[in-house]
């Protein structure tokens, strides 16, 4: 019981800070559109289950402006290592899919250039940890991950209509994951 104190003084500080900070500017790792009332929009760490079970995360595929694509982790910058539930959620116009990729070096600037550059090269930077299936418009799809501490990207990979990936518009976002 002792190790869930600590844990759940941190949840009821978080709470409480975004109950003072409702008005603020969106947390970085958002779109700046509005995410479903299922997640999360004022933490910037994945909680994790009160069960012991895994951590929790939701992304959203959004389209915020025209030819524009990005991940919406609702503010989730960071998450402890170990087994992660992701739910993924597409609410743009379009299909896509989430993978969940290490990045070798740790250099996700570094990554993020040689995929803007040429998607093939720079997925040769980073190993696949996960994956979910291409997503329709409207649908969703929830997978599990073994994460170890390093940096990670979450891309999209599906090809675009210009003939780019959608990583090269803008889907593409950094994750962080710490010890426990």
């Known amino acids: 019981m002792s190790k869930l104190m600590p844990k759940f003084a941190i949840v009821v500080a978080v709470l409480a800070i975004a109950a003072c900070s409702a008005d603020s500017k969106p947390a970085p790792g958002t779109s700046g559109n509005a995410v479903p ?42 998450l402890p290592d170990g087994p992660v539930l992701i739910t993924f959620k597409n609410l743009g116009t379009m299909a896509h899919e989430m993978r969940v990729e290490r990045i070798r070096d740790g250099n996700f600037a570094a990554f993020s250039v040689a995929v803007s550059a040429d998607a093939v090269a720079g997925a040769s930077l980073a190993d696949e940890v996960a994956k979910s299936p291409s997503i329709d418009p409207g649908k969703s799809s929830t997978f599990g991950a073994e994460l170890s501490t390093g940096t990670y990207a979450l891309v999209c990979f599906l090809v675009a209509p210009d003939g780019k990936v959608f990583a ?3 889907m593409i976002r950094e994750l962080t994951v710490t010890p426990s």
């Open 37 to 78: 009332s299922a997640s999360s929009s004022s933490s910037s760490s994945a909680e994790e289950s009160s069960s012991g079970g895994p951590t929790a995360l939701s992304v959203f595929a959004t389209e915020p402006a025209p030819d524009t694509f990005t991940f919406d982790t609702a503010g989730v910058e960071s």
């Open 168 to 170: 090269q518009h803008g």
